[in-house]
């Protein structure tokens, strides 16, 4: 089993909707990490967070460290939406270990 | 800032052949990451640097070989190529500091392609 389980792997949606992506993990972590990767293959790097929620435009970000799970929300989703997104936990030695990316398809 | 850069964008390498993947950052950053990224399969830590001089394995270190002798580089070597190396290849960088604090930036990816 993987440290870092996202799910759905595949999301279509129209353009509009309220989009949830999910991110469970198994080991204790400092922080956790939602990233962007376009179809360009460029990745940005959307939240860091080890607690509570974050918001930046239409996108939100939530973790809960008892469950071990996080979100991201993506709110009147856009076609520029379209990318994978990634979670990825901070561990033990200060490195990274990543899911396997959630490929969303916001349709016009 | 021109950020993290990599050279090649792109590959093609035939079995057994070696080559240098370059990453450059300007930001004056001390940690340094290479992941492996493959078709469905979440980025893996191949090596990592603390700063100038320091190195050390990742999560699938076997068939490269890194140095760090400026802050600034970090180039991946691969001596023997194999089809197993086949991938996109990406660099990172971050500041030093709390890790839970810090951003990581990565650079645009090397596609490699083992023949």
């Known amino acids: 089993k993987n440290e870092v389980e996202q799910s759905p792997q595949n999301l279509t949606a129209q353009e509009g909707e309220f989009i949830t992506i999910n991110c469970s993990y198994s080991v204790g972590i400092s922080a956790l990490h939602w990233l962007q990767q376009h179809p360009g293959g460029g990745i940005v790097s959307l939240f860091m967070?080890?607690?509570g929620k974050k918001k930046h435009g239409r996108l939100i970000a939530t973790i809960n460290i008892q469950e071990k799970h996080s979100s991201l929300h993506i709110t009147a989703s856009h076609p520029r939406d379209s990318a994978v997104y990634i979670c990825a936990v901070l561990g033990g030695a200060q490195k990274l270990v990543f899911g396997q990316g959630t490929r969303l398809t916001i349709n016009p | 800032n021109a950020g993290v850069t990599q050279t090649p964008k792109f590959r093609i390498l035939k079995i057994g052949q070696s080559m240098t993947l370059q990453c450059t950052q300007d930001?004056?950053?001390?940690?340094m990451y290479w992941y492996r990224q493959d078709p469905g399969m979440g980025l893996k830590l191949i090596y990592y640097s603390v700063g100038a001089g320091i190195t050390d394995k990742g999560e699938v270190p076997n068939g490269y070989n890194v140095s760090r002798s400026t802050t600034e580089d970090f180039p991946l070597r691969l001596e023997l190529a194999a089809p197993s190396q086949t991938s996109v290849y990406f660099c990172a960088s971050r500041r030093a500091g709390l890790a839970g604090k810090e951003t990581q930036y990565f650079g645009p990816g090397t596609r490699l392609l083992v023949l």
């Open positions: 967070l080890s607690s």
């Open positions: 930001m004056n950053h001390n940690y």
